[in-house]
């Protein structure tokens, strides 16, 4: 059996992510870096600016048509909002190679995944925040918990799967009886290692709540309550079919007008559709 104390030492174990996003990460660090330098990365990487220009141009972006090159895109979203989505779809590629032979499948989770990322990134709109970096990715990898365990883990994580399915729990709970901490946990652990931004490390770390100890999180409540949403609306399969209450703190964090969410899902709807092609 493998144990969560074992998972946690074999993390020097877990690879590193592609070089890409090392690399982007060494030049962000650095303030003397351009947007030539930049680009210049991504470039090299076809794979990777084929599926920036095309979630940019997308209509979830709102740019459609109009970004041609990965400079372009640079100036017009931000360092920080092209090398998250480098991160998501770095990310994505590393756990999608593995199949399974039970409930849970990496495409239907990576659905329910994405489909929180661009409900993240709605909420933050409605909201009217300025800054927007780091919502769509941190909704999109707030359960990559979830594939620790499928990938280091996988016969202890599918008594999870049974346990939660049998009695009705909520996965993180069955997670903890398996495996003495969560996906959430083991998710954070993992992201820090990984050198993660503290943002998205927290919104991994308290999706289930909402709420960061002693902090207004407006991102973290934003994955919490997109999550709920898209459980809600059954877009892809995160490994349990519950649908949580919404913490009622988070909610007042959030400070949303009546009939906000309703108005996010038909574009949610949309998004789903043409992000998931794009990244799946």
């Given at each position: 059996?493998?144990?969560?104390?074992?998972?946690?030492?074999?993390?020097?174990?877990?690879?590193?992510l592609?070089?890409?996003y090392?690399?982007?990460a060494?030049?962000?660090?650095?303030?003397c870096?351009?947007?030539?330098?930049?680009s210049?990365?991504?470039?090299?990487?076809?794979?990777?600016t084929?599926?920036?220009?095309?979630?940019?141009?997308?209509?979830?972006?709102?740019?459609?048509?109009?970004?041609d090159?990965?400079?372009?895109?640079?100036?017009?979203l931000?360092y920080?909002e092209?090398?998250n989505?480098?991160?998501?779809?770095?990310?994505?590629?590393?756990?999608?190679?593995?199949?399974?032979?039970f409930?849970?499948?990496?495409?239907?989770?990576w659905?329910?995944?994405?489909?929180?990322?661009?409900?993240?990134?709605?909420?933050?709109?409605?909201?009217g925040?300025?800054?927007?970096?780091?919502?769509?990715?941190?909704?999109?990898?707030h359960?990559?918990?979830?594939?620790?365990?499928?990938?280091?883990?996988?016969?202890?994580?599918?008594?999870?799967l049974?346990?939660?399915?049998?009695?009705?729990?909520?996965?993180?709970?069955?997670?903890?009886?398996?495996?003495?901490?969560?996906?959430?946990?083991?998710?954070?652990l993992?992201?820090?290692?990984?050198?993660?931004?503290p943002?998205?490390?927290?919104?991994l770390?308290?999706?289930?709540?909402?709420?960061v100890?002693?902090?207004?999180?407006?991102?973290?409540?934003?994955?919490?309550l997109?999550?709920?949403?898209?459980?809600a609306?059954?877009?892809?399969y995160p490994?349990?079919?519950?649908?949580?209450?919404?913490?009622?703190?988070?909610?007042?964090i959030?400070?949303?007008e009546?009939?906000?969410?309703?108005k996010?899902?038909?574009?949610l709807?949309?998004?789903?559709?043409?992000?998931?092609?794009?990244l799946?």
């Amino acid at each position: 059996m493998v144990s969560a104390e074992r998972i946690i030492e074999n993390l020097t174990e877990i690879p590193t992510l592609p070089t890409i996003y090392s690399s982007l990460a060494d030049v962000l660090a650095d303030p003397c870096s351009s947007t030539q330098d930049i680009s210049k990365i991504i470039s090299c990487d076809q794979a990777s600016t084929s599926k920036i220009l095309k979630i940019v141009n997308s209509p979830f972006y709102g740019f459609q048509g109009q970004i041609d090159t990965v400079s372009r895109a640079i100036v017009i979203l931000g360092y920080n909002e092209i090398h998250n989505l480098i991160l998501t779809s770095c990310i994505i590629d590393f756990f999608s190679k593995k199949d399974s032979s039970f409930i849970f499948q990496p495409v239907h989770f990576w659905g329910h995944s994405i489909a929180v990322g661009i409900a993240t990134k709605s909420l933050a709109g409605i909201m009217g925040l300025t800054k927007q970096d780091n919502f769509f990715t941190a909704g999109v990898l707030h359960d990559i918990g979830k594939l620790i365990f499928f990938e280091f883990a996988e016969e202890q994580f599918a008594k999870a799967l049974e346990l939660a399915a049998k009695k009705r729990l909520a996965l993180h709970l069955a997670e903890e009886t398996v495996f003495g901490l969560d996906h959430a946990q083991i998710g954070a652990l993992v992201s820090e290692k990984w050198g993660f931004p503290p943002s998205i490390v927290n919104a991994l770390r308290y999706h289930q709540t909402g709420l960061v100890p002693e902090t207004s999180d407006k991102l973290v409540a934003a994955v919490h309550l997109g999550n709920i949403l898209v459980r809600a609306l059954e877009l892809g399969y995160p490994g349990d079919n519950l649908i949580p209450q919404p913490n009622q703190e988070a909610l007042e964090i959030l400070n949303l007008e009546p009939g906000s969410l309703t108005k996010i899902i038909p574009s949610l709807l949309r998004g789903y559709e043409e992000i998931s092609r794009i990244l799946l």
